[in-house]
Nanobody, 121 residues
């Protein structure tokens, strides 16, 4: 069974940094695009950053220049380096990925359970 598990969330002061990690586990044949979303209570989940299998990246305007997404294809992991954090970055951050699993070789979209990031003094 394929799973996405996030880690690295926590409490940080404004201006600080955190690095989120997401590990994809299970019978994964190939991973395609991987993304980070975030959600604040009672608001819609929003895309933060995405990275293709070839390393092409895209970012939401509100994180450009502060956040960096990267991946390790050999380990089926995706990371989000968050610098210059603001109180408005407080949210639950979710990992999302398009993965092809074995033995079906079906391409499906998967979500992690989320990790809380709180930016506060």
């Amino acid at each position: 069974q394929v799973q996405l598990v996030e880690s690295g969330g926590g409490l940080v002061q404004p201006g600080g940094s955190l690095r989120l990690s997401c590990a994809a586990s299970g019978s994964i044949f190939e991973s395609y695009s991987m993304r980070w979303y975030r959600q604040v209570a009672e608001k819609q989940r929003e895309l933060v950053a995405g990275i293709s299998s070839t390393g092409r990246t895209n970012y939401a305007d509100f994180v450009k220049g502060r956040f960096t997404i990267s991946r390790d294809n050999a380990k089926n992991m995706v990371y989000l380096q968050m610098n210059s954090l603001l109180p408005e970055d407080t949210a639950i951050y979710y990992c999302n990925a398009d993965l092809m699993s074995l033995p079906s070789r079906l391409l499906r979209n998967y979500w992690g359970q989320g990790t809380q990031v709180t930016v506060s003094s």
